[in-house]
């Protein structure tokens, strides 16, 4: 409707640009701070919630008294929603561009979360140590990650340090975890390669995005997607038809439909 077009390009107004006010909009009852000119912020305003159905599809798959891994976190629209709709359950950001890092943190220190929100600044891969890492200028933020792809511009690149969800699992004493979100621009096989021990334990449901014009710049097909799955006994789905897919002809048609899979586990699914 017209009136919900106008209220949202007012929000877009009041928090992006009016002075005294830019920078910071609520958003599920939490004070969210955001780089000038963001296009995570753009898009919230937008869609009213960020990826709505991601949202919901994840809600119902988290369980209490369980740890949310949520890598790729960056200003956190991926984190607040389950905050406040699990009040037993504990989420891990993991951020490492310096576009975002700063705006996550200053969001957690000013929530009510803080006992159950926890975020770790560095990049997740298969490995621990220091990675290059390419960042766009800040308001193209949410694109920045280990490769330069055709999704930003002008990017540079800085050095991050590097740890794999594994050593995060085992550091916080191997707590329960029934959900992983990532979003890495391209290096999401890399991530999962660093989580085997924790998924094989705790059987996560797994929400990647598997976007094709992340993943030439990793020299990787989009069907690896369908072989690291079989290596651990998952099923994948696309999402939000929740169809499942099955080969590589329909890996290839639903992604040119949606950038969203959910990993289940094959009996879960």
Known sequence: MWYKKLRRAFKRWLYGSCP????AFPYFGTKVYFPVGSHIFNLACKQGIYEMQNVFLLQSLIQPNSVYFDV?????LMAVPFLVHCQTCKVISFEPSSNSLSYLKRTVAGSEFGDRWQVIGKAVGSAEGELDFCIAPAAEGAFDGFRATSRVSAPETIRVAVTTLDREWEALGKPRVSVIKLDVEGAELAALAGAIACIQAEQPCILVEWNAANLPAYDCPPERLLAFADQ???QVVAV??????SNPTLLHLHMQ???NFLLMPAGRA
């Open 72 to 76: 790729g976190a960056n200003i956190g």
């Open 240 to 245: 939000p038809s929740l169809l499942p897919v």
């Open 257 to 259: 439909q949606t950038e």
């Open 232 to 234: 651990i006994g998952y």
């Open 20 to 23: 005294g006010v830019a920078g």
